[in-house]
């Protein structure tokens, strides 16, 4: 039989045991480390909770222009309409842009320059996001924008039998103009005056160097699909979404509807990550399970709606981050899974004589407190 005294001992050795340090600073720990390592590479993370969603995420979605792209554009052809001078156009849609920070607008302003134009100011200025961009250069007020914004310019007395209407200036723009170029992979933007469209900017971008190794890393770490989110063009964004390595492509998008595409994967039961950089990302960034914004060139609203923001201008932190958050995950998981472990055997060698009480404190309190942390410290060292 057990004495009274010694029952008193296995006692107080099982309350030592139950004590829930090692699982109370289980997760913590292992986020606050997470963090700092993240902090150190560039990433900043506000809060931890953003990490757990990231290790469960099933889609990723990513913006085209800035994000996929390197956003450093560059103009390839500048066509002018109807005899009009191919530098007039690029003169005035430099001058338009020359207040933006778009990146066809940084690229367009740069061209211009490069080709030695005086840059004319433009007032009245006004942008509409994911859409273009107008205002008044000289006497005359222009707007420069997506091809789509044009659609609707045709001549109001369009019937489905008056053909020669039908294959009317915008349609012949597209056939002509703007469909060559789209096709190869390029954005092309169609300024246009009171009249109608006057000319067409193309632009090209580039894949960042790393997005294909990177985007195929991301599927490798169990992310089921991924998907291009962009206001730009089909055939462009099937260009870069093929280079990328992306599944899936979604173009034409307003900011509004990237937005509803990412409540769309929600209602599907995803959990969705969003890598975005402008300010027609911030409501996708905001409404994704995680928000990702890259912060090197991204604009200040994109950080705010973001819950992570990436400082390199790199895509090689998006799979960092990621690998980050499936190992903070996994240290979470090995924590709570040994603590319970130890003190459980510890709990039943207890009534057998086998655990003196200094064990119990010694290992199943102040032991596993100490393992939990060195564990979690290994974070730092995830890249
Ligand atoms: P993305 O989703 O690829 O980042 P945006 O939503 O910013 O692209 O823009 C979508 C489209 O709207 C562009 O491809 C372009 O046609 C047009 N656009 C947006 N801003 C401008 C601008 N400042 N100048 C000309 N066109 C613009
Ligand atoms: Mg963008």
């Given at each position: 039989?057990?004495?009274?005294?010694?029952a008193?001992?296995?006692?107080?050795?099982?309350?030592?045991?139950?004590?829930?340090?090692?699982f109370?600073?289980?997760?913590?720990?292992s986020?606050?480390?997470s963090?700092?390592?993240?902090?150190?590479?560039g990433?900043v993370?506000?809060?931890?909770?953003?990490?757990?969603?990231?290790?469960?995420?099933?889609v990723?979605?990513?913006?085209k222009?800035?994000t996929?792209?390197?956003?450093?554009?560059?103009?390839?052809?500048?066509?002018?309409?109807?005899?009009?001078?191919?530098?007039?156009?690029?003169?005035?849609?430099a001058?338009?842009e020359s207040?933006?920070?778009?990146?066809?607008?940084?690229?367009?302003?740069a061209?211009?320059d490069?080709?030695?134009?005086?840059?004319?100011a433009?007032?009245a200025?006004?942008?509409t996001?994911?859409?273009?961009?107008?205002g008044?250069v000289?006497?005359e007020?222009?707007?420069?924008?997506?091809?789509?914004?044009f659609?609707?310019?045709?001549?109001?007395?369009v019937?489905?039998?008056?053909?020669?209407?039908?294959?009317g200036?915008?349609?012949?723009?597209?056939?002509?103009?703007?469909?060559?170029?789209e096709a190869?992979?390029?954005?092309?933007?169609?300024l246009?005056?009171a009249?109608?469209p006057?000319?067409a900017v193309?632009?090209?971008?580039?894949?960042?160097?790393?997005?294909?190794?990177t985007?195929?890393?991301?599927?490798?770490?169990?992310?089921?699909?991924?998907?291009l989110?962009?206001?730009?063009?089909?055939?462009?964004a099937?260009?870069?979404a093929a280079?990328a390595?992306?599944?899936?492509?979604?173009a034409?998008?307003?900011?509004?509807?990237?937005?509803?595409?990412v409540?769309?994967?929600?209602?599907?039961?995803?959990?969705?990550?969003?890598?975005?950089?402008g300010v027609?990302?911030?409501?996708?960034?905001?409404?994704a399970?995680?928000?990702?914004?890259?912060?090197?060139r991204?604009?200040?609203?994109?950080?705010d709606a973001?819950?992570?923001?990436?400082?390199d201008?790199?895509?090689?932190?998006?799979?960092?981050l990621r690998r980050?958050?499936?190992?903070?995950?996994?240290?979470?998981?090995q924590?709570?899974?040994?603590?319970?472990?130890v003190?459980?055997?510890?709990a039943v060698?207890?009534p057998?004589?086998?655990?003196?009480?200094?064990?119990?404190v010694?290992i199943?309190d102040?032991?596993?407190?100490?393992?939990v942390?060195?564990n979690?410290?290994?974070?730092r060292?995830?890249?």
């Amino acid at each position: 039989g057990v004495t009274q005294s010694t029952a008193i001992v296995y006692g107080l050795t099982l309350i030592v045991l139950a004590c829930p340090c090692a699982f109370v600073i289980a997760t913590p720990v292992s986020v606050v480390s997470s963090i700092t390592a993240a902090a150190r590479e560039g990433i900043v993370i506000t809060g931890g909770v953003h990490l757990e969603t990231l290790a469960d995420a099933t889609v990723a979605l990513f913006d085209k222009t800035g994000t996929v792209t390197t956003g450093v554009l560059s103009v390839t052809d500048v066509v002018g309409f109807d005899g009009t001078d191919p530098t007039e156009v690029l003169a005035v849609a430099a001058a338009i842009e020359s207040d933006s920070t778009h990146p066809i607008a940084r690229a367009i302003w740069a061209a211009g320059d490069a080709a030695g134009l005086q840059l004319r100011a433009p007032t009245a200025v006004e942008s509409t996001t994911g859409v273009g961009i107008a205002g008044v250069v000289g006497t005359e007020r222009y707007r420069i924008g997506k091809p789509d914004a044009f659609a609707l310019e045709r001549p109001a007395s369009v019937t489905p039998l008056d053909t020669a209407a039908i294959d009317g200036p915008v349609e012949r723009i597209d056939r002509d103009v703007v469909a060559p170029l789209e096709a190869a992979g390029k954005t092309v933007v169609l300024l246009a005056d009171a009249g109608g469209p006057v000319g067409a900017v193309a632009l090209a971008d580039t894949p960042r160097p790393d997005a294909a190794e990177t985007i195929a890393a991301l599927g490798r770490s169990g992310l089921g699909t991924t998907a291009l989110l962009t206001g730009d063009n089909e055939r462009a964004a099937a260009a870069i979404a093929a280079a990328a390595g992306i599944d899936t492509v979604h173009a034409g998008l307003l900011p509004d509807e990237k937005l509803a595409l990412v409540e769309a994967y929600q209602a599907d039961g995803a959990t969705v990550v969003m890598f975005g950089d402008g300010v027609n990302d911030a409501p996708a960034l905001a409404a994704a399970d995680v928000g990702v914004a890259m912060g090197a060139r991204g604009t200040d609203i994109a950080i705010d709606a973001a819950d992570i923001t990436l400082l390199d201008d790199g895509f090689a932190q998006t799979g960092r981050l990621r690998r980050l958050a499936v190992a903070t995950r996994r240290v979470i998981r090995q924590n709570i899974g040994a603590a319970l472990l130890v003190k459980a055997l510890l709990a039943v060698g207890v009534p057998f004589g086998l655990v003196p009480i200094w064990a119990a404190v010694l290992i199943g309190d102040a032991g596993m407190t100490i393992a939990v942390t060195s564990n979690a410290l290994r974070l730092r060292s995830v890249s």
